[in-house]
Structure formats: C-alpha cells, structure tokens
C-alpha cells in the first residue's frame, strides 16, 4: 500500500487533473488493473489504465480539449485513448461483456458499477482499482491479499473466467514468468482440464503471450506451468515432447529439464555480455528448441548408450515447422532455425583440431547470427563435471581467439569469391545464367578453404574449373 502512495503522489497531479474533469461532469474515474498492480509492486510505467462510468463518446468530449493527442481507435470496445505530459493513459468505460464462449470476442456490453468491471477481470491481482475522486482503495476480490501472497487466483471462478477467454490461462504462465507469482490450485486445475479450449485463441495470440512470458527476466516457471497443465500440448508441443528422451551425458532428467537450463544460461550470457540491451527472443526461442529434434533421433547403443544423430537437423526442420504454425515472423523462423541447425557443430572443433578453413565456414555460416550463436553454445555446456565444463569452455575461448585472428587477416564478415559475376563472365565469356553462379559458388568455396588468392591464381582455378566441366569457352 505504501508503494501505491507513493507511486500515485508521483503522477497524481495528472491523475487529479483528469479525475477533477470526470468530477465537473457528473462521472467517476478509477486507476485500475495493471496500473494498480505495477503501483502496488513500485514499477509503475508511464502507459496507465483508467475506467470510468461515462460512455465512450461521453469520455471523447472530456479529454478532447485536455488531451495532447487524442485517439478512438478502441471506441468500439470502449476505450478512448490520450497521451498527456509524456503518458500514454487508456480510458474504458465499465464493461459487463457476455461470451459466446466459441470464439473469444465479446459482446460488448457497458456496465454501471466498478465492482462489476472489476469480476470481469482475469486474475484478482488485476482487480484492484483506486477511485481518484476520493483517492480511495477499492479491492472487492483480495486482490492485495493475492499480490502479498503472490499467487495468481481468479475473481470469478476460473471455469468462468477461462471459458469466457482462455487466453487468460496463457496470460497465467506469462505472469508466473513476469512476476515470479504462483498460480493457485484452482486455476491449475483449471487450466489443466480445459486446455484443449486455448485452441479457440488465433495462432498470433498465442504467439504474441508466448513471446512475452519467455522474454521475462526468468521463464522457466511460466513454462513449466504450460508444460504441467498440457497447455504446451496444444501451442508448444515439441517442449513436452523432450521429456521423453535422455540426456545423452545423463547429467538431466531429461533433455527436457536440459533444455530449460540452456535457456536460463542463455539469458545469463545475454545480461552479462549486453547487460543494457533488451532482452533476445531469437537467442531465447533457439536455446529453448535447440534440442527438440532428439525424441524422433534417439537410438539406444549397445551397452546402454544413447545417442541422438543429426538432431541438429531434424531439429532446425522441427523449430521452422513450429515457428511457422504460430505466425512468427520470417526472419525470426529463419534465424531461430539457423541456430538450431548450427548449435552442434562446434562439438567437431575437438581440442582445436579444425582448419581455417572449417573455422571460415563456421563463421560464414552464422553470419549475423555468430554473436548469438556463441552464447547458445556455450550455454550449452550444463555438465556438472566442473573440469569438463571448465575445457569446453577453454575449447571455446580458443575458437573465438582463432576467429579473431582470422578476421584480422580477412574481412570474414563479407566472404567474397576473389571474382566478382563480370569478371568471371569476361574471363569465361558467359552471358548471366546459371553457369555464372555455378561458378561463383566454385571460386567462394575455394576462397573459404584456402582463404584469398591471388589474382592471377583466382582466373587459373576459374579457368580450370570450367574446363573440368565444359563451361565456357
């Protein structure tokens, strides 16, 4: 409650000024939900939710002439937005929504009570209001008493709550990961019989409350709450599916819990190497799925060994498949798949047994996704043999000192055949075609094994290619 004093003095001229306009009018105005909750937690944002008695085209009229910028994008839906002073501030009318319960969009309906608003809310912790004519707490479902307890409970029943929008038991796992909050039996129990309801929700929903619970400071409650009540069954079936393989070094449970330890050293590696950047989705997704492709590749050895052959690829196929199905986007499929593909090579390196050669194609082969692809495979090392992890960490500082001495040398950013498509269509007499291309890839290939040529040695391999494959003249 201190924390909502004090978070309120700080933007309470504003909110006085707004509420005393509501007031001149005949309505009433509340800081509600989130901005509550935030207030209670002392984090509050400069983005604030208001609910109001007044119908929307009443709320237009108030704010028109007050506002900075006015917006009506949301009228519909009753919310009339303004920006004043720097802050983005949300005002919605009371709602008292019916659902069809089919799909997810309500039936808007206008309700006349705060308490009313309030018992349509998804969790109790959002339910908390502060009525800015009197600056008085209203909190009609202990919704303080769950945010000390810090357990996410719903003011309705959850049946009711998830039957009207199953987006919410999403919206549970993403505050469990956000907050660190726990979710209360009754909405795991919940969320665990009606999770085949979340398919209701559009694949970009999901992804967009996905993408959120896993860029939270620690991820891995929200993910083990989806994976437990078999909601990840239903948008994130590849995460389940790796509690049925083993942990090849037998260091795990399963590559399931591995995977959920990559995923916090990732992000451990992501703070301390950018510590003022925002948080890495692709880094985060890749570490997370870097591994799924070893359930459909696991073959049990002679002696009680398993392994898991090319599940690197198989994986990088399974990841695009997944990231596609939930609408993300291209480049984001892209690179997260990149990394799967990439993430085992390192393991060839041995104790530095790789050419320049190898060492170029490793480094051209991640392009942009290198710096990220460091910190996946290094987070990959999970062994609890501190001698081991202590090596292949060694190993690793000694592929990036090698890389750094490489591309002092050559710009490995830009590997470049040592002729460009003219000259190798002069030198060939070529018209542009596919030949040319063929020989372009030819003269890259032979720049990354044996790093830049000569000029005069770059047209003598042209040449003789050609040759050996009756191109040109």
Sequence with gaps: MQNAVTELMRISPLADELA????????????????????????????????????????????????????????????????????????????????????????????????????????????MAIDLANQTFVDPYDGLQALQDRVLDTPATPQESFADDPLRMLRAARFSAQLGFTAAPRVIDAMTSMAEEIERITAERVQAELSKLLLAADPRPGLELLVDTRLADHVLPEVPGMRLAIDEHHQHKDVYQHSLTVLAQAI???????????????????????????????????????????????????????????????????????????????????KGEWTDSAVRRYVTDAGDLLPRLHKLVRADCTTRNRKKAAALQATYDDLEKRIAAIQAQEDLDRVRPDLNGEEIMRILGLKPGPDVGKAWKHLKELRLDRGPLEHDDAVAELKKWAAENGIGA
């Design 20 to 127: 005393k306009l509501f007031a001149k009018a005949g309505y009433g105005l509340y800081l509600v939900g989130g901005s509550v909750r935030d207030m209670m937690l002392g984090r509050l944002s400069s983005d604030l939710d208001f609910t109001t008695d007044a119908r929307p085209d009443q709320v237009l009229k108030i704010v028109s002439a007050w506002g900075d910028a006015v917006w009506d994008v949301g009228i519909a839906f009753g919310t009339v937005g303004v920006t004043k002073q720097g802050m983005t501030l949300e005002i919605t009318t009371f709602r008292a929504d019916s659902y069809d319960r089919v799909g997810r969009n309500p039936e808007v309906t206008f309700g006349d009570s705060i308490e009313g608003d309030l018992l349509r809310r998804d969790f109790t912790v959002n339910a």
């Design 268 to 350: 451990d590696l992501e703070k301390s190497h950018e510590p003022t950047s925002e948080p890495d989705l692709i880094l985060r997704l890749a570490a997370l799925l870097h591994d799924v492709g070893k359930p459909a590749t696991r073959e049990f050895q002679p002696g009680g060994g398993v392994s898991f052959h090319h599940h690197e690829v198989v994986g990088a196929k399974m990841a695009r498949k997944r990231l596609r199905a939930l609408k993300f986007s291209k480049e984001i499929v892209q690179d997260v798949s990149q990394l799967v593909f990439l993430h085992l090579r390192f393991h060839g390196y041995g």
